[in-house]
């Protein structure tokens, strides 16, 4: 099943990584604050896990298990950055 309509989609999610790398450091940089370092922590957090997630998709091979197990996958890395985020913005 190909999700990205690329005939290599590795290296198209490997410059996806690049670019979210840059943009999470320049906001832990301080680049691009307004003035609200929490929302921009918040932010970065997202970031890093849709990072995961793209990591655990296309160079774990979980885009090819079978569908539980690409549900509980995903399930933990939405469910682990929600309960961070939210805990991160409660504080």
């Known amino acids: 099943m190909r999700l990205l309509p690329v005939e290599r ?8 990584l690049i670019v979210a ?7 832990g940089d301080g680049l691009l604050l307004t003035g609200d370092a ?13 990072k995961v997630r793209l ?3 296309y160079f774990m091979e979980v885009r ?5 197990l690409r549900l509980v996958v995903d399930g933990y890395v939405a469910g682990v950055c929600v309960l961070l ?4 913005l409660a504080t």
Do not use: D, K, Q
Not at 21 to 27: C, M
Not at 64 to 68: D, E, L, N
Not at 85 to 88: M, P, T
């Open 55 to 57: 990591i655990a998709a």
């Open 64 to 68: 090819h298990a079978p569908r539980g």
């Open 38 to 50: 929490r929302l921009a922590t918040a932010a970065i957090l997202v970031i890093a896990f849709v």
């Open 9 to 16: 989609p590795t290296l198209l999610v490997w410059s996806i």
């Open 21 to 27: 790398t840059v943009l999470s450091w320049t906001l």
């Open 85 to 88: 985020v939210a805990l991160y």
